[in-house]
């Protein structure tokens, strides 16, 4: 069973982590700032 990490907070350290953790596990990230979410499409880690 592969594991799912959730990260509240996309900002200064929310964001790097989720990356980390996403080569490895499922990740799930939550943030009420657009602009943190915004990023995260920029980045192409939300699919």
Request: proline share 2%.
């Amino acid at each position: 069973m592969k594991k799912k990490i959730t990260i509240i907070g996309l900002g200064y350290v929310g964001l790097p982590l989720a990356r980390l953790f996403a080569t490895k596990y499922s990740v799930v990230g939550f943030d009420i700032k657009l602009h943190e979410l915004m990023k995260l499409t920029m980045v192409s880690i939300v699919r």
